[in-house]
């Protein structure tokens, strides 16, 4: 009989461990998908967070823009649980998403795909300077930085890795040529919720690096809307659905036929920066990249 007791009186505790603690408010920042699914909205285009609560602890999606996202993303998780933190999937390495590790790990376990870690390093190595010139921004950034510590990935997979933690599986996808050297698409199939990472961006111009090309991306966006996601949290912008993929499809096929157009008739990539327009999205924010996206078009009609 005190077995039985002191069996019931033990999931009762674990129960109430578990269960998330009373409604609070949030801020303005943090938007509620399903129940226990939340993400940060960053600020004019900054990074999003996105904070998934199981059973057995929170996982987070990146970690925050700056380390005062970071902080406030900490504290909004302590709002909604009392669950540690076990888990952090990083979308991409740059430090937009990365800066912020050391404020959740320890105790979290940090994943991301094949080369992330290499590419934080390098990163680093090139501007030593950033993070202390960001900490002089402001007080409250100065205060943020507190305790800074690089926290590379503990955990690199290839291609794909399911993650089980509680009720909830995370599939994460490699995306290569889409944006860093170690992108994922983290997918809850249950859910259907997806972190599309920064492949895809929302009414801006993408940045293409040398390893970006136009067709891996659209690859990328036709993988991932094949998943029938209904939620579609991006790395930068106001989360939708797969509308923004349909968007993004459109964009890259009336640039590719712009500027293949002018390429079939001799024209240089020069002449052809000077000449396309895309006046359907003057309404799209990062216009200083547009000659990066004409020269990506460029590469892609040739072939290369």
């Known amino acids: 009989m005190k077995l039985k007791f002191f069996s019931a009186l033990f999931a009762v505790a674990l129960w ?4 998330p603690l009373p409604a609070q408010d949030l801020g303005p920042q943090i938007k509620k998908f399903k129940d226990g699914i939340y993400v940060y909205v960053g600020k004019n ?42 888990f952090l ?8 998403h990365t800066t912020g590790h050391f404020v959740f790990s320890p105790p979290a376990t940090i994943i991301a795909a094949k080369g992330a870690g290499e590419s934080m390093l390098a990163r680093d190595k090139a501007d030593p300077d950033r993070n202390r010139k960001l900490a002089e921004s402001s007080p409250e950034m100065r205060a943020a930085f507190e305790g800074y510590r ?4 503990h955990v690199e997979y290839r291609d794909r890795m399911t993650l089980n933690v509680g009720e909830r599986t995370f599939e994460l996808y490699y995306m290569k040529n889409v944006h860093s050297e170690a992108d994922s698409a983290v997918w809850l199939p249950k859910e259907r919720v997806l972190f599309s990472a920064s492949a895809v961006v929302v009414e801006q111009f ?6 970006v090309n136009i067709p891996d991306i659209l ?24 509308k923004i993929f349909d968007d993004s499809e459109r964009y890259y096929a009336l640039l590719l036929e712009r500027v293949g157009k002018l390429a079939r008739e001799g024209k240089s990539l020069d002449e052809i920066q000077k ?7 003057d309404g799209w924010a990062t216009k200083e990249r547009y000659p990066g996206n004409i020269e990506a078009a460029y590469r892609a009609v040739q072939g290369k």
Do not use: W
């Not at 059973?55 to 649980?81: F, M, W, Y």
């Not at 690089?150 to 990935?153: D, G, H, Q, R, T």
């Not at 000449?275 to 999205?281: A, G, L, R």
């Open 219 to 242: 690859a990328a966006a036709k993988m991932m809307k094949a998943l029938n996601p209904e939620s579609v949290i991006p790395g930068h912008g106001i989360p939708g659905t797969t």
């Open 206 to 211: 993408n940045v293409f690096r040398p390893n």
């Open 150 to 153: 690089m926290v590379l990935p």
């Open 16 to 19: 109430l461990i578990a269960a």
């Open 89 to 96: 999937i990083d979308t991409e390495p740059h430090p937009d």
């Open 45 to 86: 285009l900054n990074s999003n967070c996105g904070i998934v609560v199981t059973q057995e602890g929170v996982v987070l999606i990146d970690s925050g823009h700056n380390p005062t996202d970071s902080r406030a993303i900490a504290d909004a998780v302590k709002k909604i649980t009392p669950l540690p933190i076990r």
């Open 275 to 281: 000449t396309v327009k895309m006046p359907e999205y």
